[in-house]
């Protein structure tokens, strides 16, 4: 991979290496686990599957390579760098031609820069996988304040805080005058918020999920409907979100003492969040992706400061962008989803939210879009782009 920082000031290398200790310590705790009994009939209903996680975790101790895992993220250009205050963490991976477009790129939770393994080259390379290196992107994938190879905050930070920080990291650290933002989960919360506050540094977003809300609420007989139906759906989604949005540290005692109830905390969103059959989350998401991305909260010990951010975002108001009823006015492209957990409403309500000036209806894919479908999202992001360039 290409380095794409020229000496900047206070912009440092990183690699990330886990000692042999902790690698054997976490090791022995999935083997000891102490297993308990479950019901037998209750699937994935009552949340991650017994069975599963038992398969996963004889996975974990006998054939999972987390040194293959960590060459593999380490074979990619990381940096860290003092960013208002948070010791900033984030890939650079200059992009090819004359004049590549900047593109940060964020994760949300319980994600992690892994989700982007596989975007990445190809973001910033098109022509090694047959494109058109007039698309290429200098990408830069920052790890948020708080999460994974990031240093954590001084207290809880919403997606609008995390925006300020990670524009500063664009402009006042790497030196970009714009860029385009593009972010699923929380990462498109970030860049609702960088669009909204930070243009025209910020000079165009593009989202795989819609978490904001307008005030007036729904309008349309449509709107009204899918409105409903997101309340609905989000009755059997609520529980973590409520958890670490009110009370994180008494959750965060369980999650940093144990590896497996770290692992199905997160396994249970992996499962119900993406384009899947029920039981079958192997259709998009290995044990080796799995684990890895797991391995990161768990070896950064990052998972307390990670779930900050849904209590920071409930003291910064929660889902509305603007009481007032303003709106993102940079452009704006939405790559629709059909299984996003978080339904997509009428595009009549988004174009109340956003300047949309793409959108687009995917055949298949989930919440989890980098993962699952990362050629729909990738060719997504390319056509949007053009249309800015």
Known sequence: MEDCIEM???????????????????TNRVATYP??????????????????????????????DWRAQEKRLNSFSHFKAPVDGIDMHFICEKGSGDNPMPLMISHGWPGSVAEFINLIEP?????????DIQDAFTVIAPSLPGFGFSGRPPRPFGPRKMASVINSLMTKTLGYDNYLAQGGDWGGAVCSWLGYEHAPACSAIHINVLTMRHPDGPRTPEEKAWDAQFDRDQVMQN???????????TLSYAMMDSPVGLAAWIVEKFHD?????????EAVH????????????????TFNSASWIYYGRREEGGRILSPEGKRVEVPTGCAVFPAEMLNWPPRSYAERIYNIQHWTEMPRGGHFAAMEQPDLLLKDIRAFARTLR
């Not at 529980?239 to 540290?249: D, S």
Request: hydrophobic letters at 35%.
């Open 239 to 249: 529980g973590y979100r409520t958890q670490q949005a009110t009370r994180p540290q």
């Open 8 to 26: 900047k000031p206070n912009v440092t290398p990183f690699q990330f290496h886990v000692s042999e200790d902790v690698l054997e310590n976490i």
């Open 35 to 64: 297993w308990h009994e479950m019901p037998d009939d209750g699937g994935w209903d009552y949340g991650t599957n017994m069975e599963y996680m038992q398969e996963l975790c004889a996975y974990w101790v006998k054939d999972f």
């Open 286 to 301: 290995s044990k080796d992706e799995l684990l890895t991305n797991i391995m990161i909260y768990i070896t950064t010990r």
């Open 123 to 131: 973001l910033a390379h098109p022509e090694r996988f047959g494109g």
């Open 273 to 281: 969040w993406s384009d899947v059959a029920v039981g079958d989350i």
